[in-house]
């Protein structure tokens, strides 16, 4: 059986006369893979936690976000895969769209696949994730040092469910959780979820937490 396009579900879900997503064309970013993340203010406000493999971005909504504080777990539930050219998107998903609502880029940078079999050989990581476990580095603005994904049920023809974690001790430097994702800013442009809906500029300071 031959396999379809990796963006067939991304783009049958999707009318691009009617929504400013990218349809997706892009190649990849460059020796470095890129992660963003983004929250999205739809019908329940999330965040967007993508990872570039392959040529594409492997995408997860994390209800919570992500947290600096390895003692906390977030909830991650895989989504279709999205156009490398995602990671630029920020703006209003029209109404009566898949995903309605407003987006804006909270984190991006780059990430270092950290897995490893029992000989201590890297493991790559498309193989990693599809194994149900995958430790990186994320290089960011704001999330920044070791995470780990892992597969805690599904994978065998039901929704699988994920957790994503900061990897380290207990009690180190930078325990800060997320945000209240209704005041954080673009990283892009600083500008709040409310001021990307109502087309307004930043005020007070630009990109911030």
Known sequence: MSRGHPLETYRRKRHF???????????????????VV??????????D???EVDGVLKSWSVPK????????????MPTEDHPLEY????????????????????????????THDKRNRPVPFADALAAGHASFRLDGGKLRGGFALTRFRGGDGERESWLLVKEGRAGSARQRGTPDPAR???????RTLRQVAAKERPTGGGARR
Do not use: M
């Not at 998107?89 to 950290?114: C, H, K, M, Q, S």
């Open 65 to 76: 976000g992500p947290s600096t504080n390895p003692e906390d777990k977030r909830l991650a």
């Open 87 to 114: 990671r630029d998107f920020e703006g209003v998903i029209a109404e009566g769209e898949y995903g309605a609502g407003t987006v804006i880029v909270w984190d991006e940078g780059t990430y270092r696949p950290l």
């Open 38 to 47: 983004q929250i999205h203010a739809a019908s329940t406000l999330h965040f």
């Open 184 to 190: 954080a800013r673009s990283a892009r442009t600083g």
């Open 49 to 51: 936690f993508r990872l």
């Open 17 to 35: 006369d009617r929504t400013t997503e990218p349809r997706g064309d892009a190649d990849p970013s460059g020796t470095t893979p890129c992660f």
